[in-house]
């Protein structure tokens, strides 16, 4: 026996059918979206690190060839990895004594051995460890506060090794607003389908 359904529930069936599809493209171009997204932040770590790394290796070739003392190539290199299009660079040594960050040569030579993340890692260990693991260098995600005594949110960063000298470098960004752009993005979506 056929079974014959109203109208009403065809046409209820379309429109559901319909929602649900429009969800799924919504939901695979925002996934789509927040991989190019955070593909392009990694990029930009990538092009900053290189340049970090040109750095270092042009001010160890001052030191190699007689041109600069050790001391004095390593001071010239921080100092201008600093200005490098005004990007926040840390850098520290094998004792984990913090050279430069937050945009400056750091004169107090903190010790960042022991600082934890926000989930209790020992984030610059870590950092350390990947980057002596990885010559290509190494992307490490943590949570990390915006400002002092703020709350922690995502962030990523990439960093490197100048053997060299025995310095871990990198530079970081957070991404904690990715998923607020994703946000938007479903509001504005969902307002033009309604």
């Known amino acids: 026996m056929c079974r014959r359904y109203s109208v009403t529930y065809q046409i209820t069936c379309v429109i559901v059918v319909s929602v649900m599809i429009l969800m799924s493209i919504a939901l695979g171009y925002l996934s789509i979206l927040r991989g190019e997204i955070l593909a392009e932040r990694k990029s930009r770590l990538v092009n900053i ?11 160890d070739l001052y030191y190699q060839s007689g041109v600069l003392s050790l001391e004095d190539a390593q001071k010239q290199a921080l100092k201008r990895v600093i200005l490098l299009d005004d ?36 984030t610059y260990q870590i950092i350390h460890e990947q980057a002596d693991k990885l010559i290509e260098g190494t992307f490490v995600s ?31 960004v957070y991404i904690d607003d990715i998923d607020s752009i994703i946000g938007h993005t479903l509001i504005s979506f969902d307002e033009s389908v309604v």
């Open 142 to 172: 943590y949570c990390f506060p915006l400002f002092i005594g703020g709350e922690a949110v995502r962030k990523i960063s990439y960093s490197k090794r100048f053997s060299a000298w025995g310095w871990t470098y990198g530079a970081g």
């Open 87 to 122: 990007n926040y660079i840390f850098v520290f040594d094998d004792n984990y004594t913090l050279l430069a960050s937050l945009g400056g040569v750091d004169s107090e030579h903190e010790n960042v051995k022991m600082l934890q993340d926000s989930d209790g890692h020992f």
């Open 49 to 59: 690190i290189d340049k970090t790394e040109a750095i270092f290796q042009r001010y």
